[in-house]
């Protein structure tokens, strides 16, 4: 079978892959020639800068605010999908070793597209603030185009990255790390 799956693998790769390959270069290229410098390079995995600003928008009518706090998860929860929250975050918030009032996602108006989950958010001064894990519903067009109006990416912020490894998972060398300080062996 291993054979056979190598051998479907490969054809998949020449007959398939390659000419989407092929035929998104040459859209590209079309692209450039018809829009010049006015349109941007599709994403392709390789590193890419975007700029924007910590936005909300307006959504059925209602105002969606930029940023969300960790009390807001807690307040959501219901014990059940999608909303059921891990033993280890309720023991953490009954023993309040979370700060419900610390930001923990936000969305901005850089625009983004698939392969940018992971990617980090910084501030003027340089320093992250975020990392990007996804786009709200309203930026799935963005393929084909942005409307800065709607077009939100979607982040963790820094403050509950840290506060949640350090006060719900222990990882405090992590945390150290982080923070530019030096980790110690053997410590979790």
């Known amino acids: 079978v291993d054979a056979e799956a190598r051998e479907v693998r490969r054809t998949y790769e020449r007959e398939v892959d390659g000419v989407e390959k092929r035929q998104q270069a040459l859209i590209a290229k079309a692209r450039f020639a018809a829009e010049g410098t006015s349109a941007y390079p599709d994403a392709t995995f390789t590193l890419r800068l975007s700029y924007g600003s910590v936005e909300g928008y307006e959504e059925k009518g209602k105002r969606v605010s930029p940023v969300t706090v960790m009390g807001g998860a807690f307040e959501r929860a219901t014990g059940r999908d999608p909303f059921a929250l891990p033993k280890s975050w309720l023991a953490a ?62 982040s963790v912020c820094s403050p509950a990255l840290l506060e949640s490894l350090d006060r719900i998972y222990g990882a405090k060398r992590i945390v150290t790390e982080l923070k530019g300080g030096a980790s110690q062996a053997g410590t979790r």
């Open 93 to 154: 918030n009954q023993d309040k070793r979370i700060n419900p009032a610390t930001p923990f996602n936000m969305v901005t108006s850089n625009d983004i597209i698939g392969g940018n989950s992971g990617s980090p958010v910084f501030n003027k001064n340089l320093e992250v603030v975020g990392l990007i894990f996804d786009g709200n519903i309203q930026s799935l067009g963005g393929e084909y185009g942005f409307e800065p109006s709607v077009n939100r990416a979607v």
